[in-house]
């Protein structure tokens, strides 16, 4: 069975609804996540907010945030998931931020670095990782270990980088 496949039974199980922020992996979580039969069961949105504009309007993201630490940073992750959390029916809630190049990289911002955040009835968490590879690389490393991010919550089996 693959990781989203899992996550849907478990969801369907439990009663449970999700919805994905995306932004630079522009809607391919959600991909991977519809493409289960009957996904629209425990699914309830996807949002890909690629500009700070939409990150503010669509998820309720401080502008603050944007200007003090940037797009793609924990404070940011951690915003947009809570903030698809208030503006949806979802129990839990995942987001992405990153770079996911070849370019927009900077020496304290490498091309690779992802932060995703999940939040939960228990609270938000958000783990930072350096992908490496092409675009569609980073990508879709990016959608999985957001896949094994909430997973890991549903089986309460947390990886440590997210404690």
Known sequence: M??????????????????????CTGGLLGHL????PGSSDYYDRGVV????AAKEELL????????????????????MAEGLRRASRADVTVSITGIAGPSGGSREKPVGLVYIALATPKGTRC??????????DIKRHSALKAL???????TDDTPAEAR
């Open 2 to 23: 693959r990781i989203e496949e899992e996550i849907g039974a478990i969801l369907r199980e439990r009663g449970m609804r999700l919805a994905t922020a995306e932004s």
């Open 33 to 36: 996540i519809t493409n289960v």
């Open 49 to 52: 907010t690629y500009s700070d």
């Open 60 to 79: 309720g993201v401080a502008r603050g945030i944007l200007e003090r630490h940037g797009a793609v940073s924990e404070e940011a992750a951690r915003a």
């Open 127 to 136: 783990i930072r990782n350096q992908f490496c590879g092409n675009r569609e």
């Open 148 to 154: 094994e991010l909430i997973l890991h919550y549903l």
